[in-house]
């Protein structure tokens, strides 16, 4: 049962970490549109500021996970470098579940959000519901859950073992 969250859990953090660094090449690339027809072509694109927001909302939320994952996202190194073996395990515990339950509370305003927010239009973009950008939040609350989980049944300390 382990070992097939754990494969469940490398996937969907893959998945998500390739939505965000694609989302961080669509804000680049519309941010290098934006220049070159504000500046070169001096027309500027309006719907380019909006759409870039809104990838980087997505990019930050789908990039949560992989964070959560390598227990970069929420570190209590002082803690966690005094605290007896048992200790360190409770620590873990406690962090999983601090952070389970902001992730429940982004997930449940975030679908609330989302719904309200699908009879609401994009300025600049009439014919897109602002429904997209808050559906980011429950996506990547989704996706955070599973990492934060996957870290505490295998824990990595990738910040830990990198900052001494």
Known sequence: M???????????TQISMAAACFMLAVASVLGLFQIITRFVIEQPAE?????????????VFMGIPAAFRLGAMVSV???YRASPPWGRRVLDALVALASLSLM??????????????????????????????YIAMPVGAVFAMIGIIGNFLDPKREELENAQ
């Not at 382990?2 to 969907?12: M, V």
């Not at 719907?47 to 990019?59: A, D, N, P, Q």
């Not at 959000?113 to 429904?131: N, P």
């Open 47 to 59: 719907w380019t500021e909006v759409l870039i927001r809104f990838s980087l909302i997505w990019m």
């Open 2 to 12: 382990k070992k097939t969250f754990l494969q469940i859990e490398h996937w969907t």
């Open 104 to 133: 429940a509370i982004i997930l449940w305003w975030g679908q609330d959000y989302a719904q309200r927010g699908q009879v609401q239009s994009v300025i600049g973009l009439e014919d897109v519901s602002m429904f997209w950008a």
């Open 77 to 79: 190194d002082v803690l």
